[in-house]
């Protein structure tokens, strides 16, 4: 039953957000973080009408992946990436959302058959020293880098600002709508989590990763890549 109340509250917050914004009129997609919670976890959230999955674990997701087999789920990854991980990754996941440098993305693009994977650029836009994610300034290079590579489709940009730093999103707005000019095909600026989709969604994000006010408090450390 939470689950339930859960995603309507988070649906009609979307929805409030969606008609107070000025700038945006593109649709806002839900994907359900589902880090630490399990494959039963999962079938609950996908009855409530809810296909796109988000994890951040590669073992973990890789189990809950092939329990959920049977369901038409497109699943989001959206953790740090190691290069020696970059094999199942690329053929497990339809999204990437974390790429941040040329090699993981070479290795991806080679690691993949078809179809293409669908992949956002982190950028570290609040600067954060623990975080990934590369800089506004690499960000050219490695557009230019993933051109080349026929297996990967660049559909937009990833980040998680700081929390109260209300100036990143609007960076992020900026990077993207820059990007969207370049590249028209561009449809994704996967930003917000649960306590910043509003800001998210005012700055023109296009994604939601929504965890925490979907499947209540994680309680559960997650299983270490
Ligand atoms: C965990 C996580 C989320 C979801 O965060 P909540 O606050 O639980 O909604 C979104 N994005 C990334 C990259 C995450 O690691």
Redesign the pocket.
Known sequence: MTLVANITKVKSRITAAEISRQHSDEPVKLIA?S?TRSADDVRAVYQQGITEF?E?YLQEALIKIADTQDLPLTWHF??PIQSNKTKPIAEHFDWVHTVDRIKIATRLNDQRSEPALNICLQVNISAEASKAGCTPDELPELIKAIAQLPKLKLRGLMA?PAPNDALAFQKMQRLYLDLQAQQPNIDTLSMG???DLETAIAYGATML?????IFGP?IKPAVQN
């Open positions: 973080v880090k988000g951040n959206i953790g998680i989590m649960s306590a990763r929504i965890g925490t006010d994680r």
